[in-house]
DNA sequence: AAACAAGGGGGTTTTACATCA
DNA sequence: TCTGATGTAAAACCCCCTTGT
């Protein structure tokens, strides 16, 4: 599973259990865990139980309600059932919470090495910055939403432009073309003749564009797929220009002429 | 009003277990 | 009786949207 696939792997037995030393240990950055080591999964979420239990009703720690249907209904659920039952919060209404900057800068830099965690991980992670696991389940989730928001508002913000100028390129082609059926209109000597229009076409694709005009898309997308037919940016393709003297696709091209 | 932690619904994957040929 | 294939329920996790502070 790509869950697996992501387990960076975490040293534990480390010691490092105070939020100043954690990341400088190299704790997110570190992929100690070198050796196949077979993490069993109940081994953790009972750790991850303990640890929310131990946190759940201690003073001055923050109290939350456990994950939403997680356990619900089971009688042997996992440690996020461990809520505020036990805990007065004030009839029923969940006490909100802000991490502390320290708590937030470290998670912070262990989103930058990956963005998810294993059971492992969270565990370690929430057990160095006094978390429930839950807390920092949670905190990875909504820093993965702001994540995509940001990324989402960023391609928005390109196809905008690269909306703009194709609409410019439109105009342009318009404009070229009255003037070609104007010029067309009023003949004129073959030695006044206007030069041919540059054209790039992509190998690839057969598609043809102008070749003073790169392609929006390949420049705003970079790395897009769909976006790798940017003709001259096209992967492994060679232009061949249309009007240019020395290609000899466009000689073959003139002779069909 | 904006930011953000947390709740909750729905979907997917993994795992343990039971059943059957 | 052993074994591999298959079905199933529960658990865990994720995304998404919403709620409450």
């Known amino acids: 599973m790509e869950r697996q696939g992501l ?6 037995g480390l010691g490092l259990t105070t939020a100043a030393t954690w990341p400088a240990a190299g704790f997110c950055l570190n992929s100690g865990m070198a050796e196949q080591e077979v993490i069993r999964r109940d081994d953790v979420v009972a750790a991850a139980a303990a640890e929310d239990e131990r946190f759940a009703c201690s003073p001055g720690s923050p ?9 619900s209904g089971s009688g042997s659920g996992s ?23 320290d708590q937030a800068a470290v998670l912070e830099e262990c989103f930058k090495t990956h963005h998810t965690l294993t ?13 429930r696991p839950r807390q920092v389940e949670v905190w990875f989730q909504n820093r993965r939403a702001r994540t995509k928001l ?7 913000e390109h196809l905008k432009r690269w909306c703009d100028q194709l609409a410019d390129d ?19 000597p073959p030695a006044a003749a206007p030069p ?62």
């Open 196 to 257: 041919l229009t540059t054209l790039t076409m992509c190998l690839s694709c057969k598609r043809v564009a102008n070749a003073g005009v790169p392609s929006p898309a390949a420049a705003m997308f970079p790395g897009h797929p769909q976006f790798l037919c940017g003709f001259r940016d096209h992967a492994g393709a060679a232009s061949s220009s249309y009007g240019g003297a020395s290609s000899g696709l466009a000689k073959a091209v003139r002779a069909a002429r």
């Open 150 to 156: 940001k990324q989402t508002e960023v391609d928005c």
């Open 119 to 131: 059971p492992k991980q969270k565990v370690a992670l929430a057990k160095s910055l006094n978390l």
């Open 79 to 101: 440690g996020d059932e461990v809520d505020d039952a036990g805990c007065d919060v004030g009839g029923g209404a969940r006490k909100k919470l802000r991490l502390s900057k």
């Open 170 to 188: 439109n105009r342009r082609l318009h404009k070229e073309l009255a003037e070609l059926r104007a010029l067309k209109a009023t003949p004129t």
């Open 7 to 12: 387990d960076l792997g975490l040293s534990l």
């Open 63 to 71: 109290v939350s309600s456990g994950s939403g249907k997680r356990g």
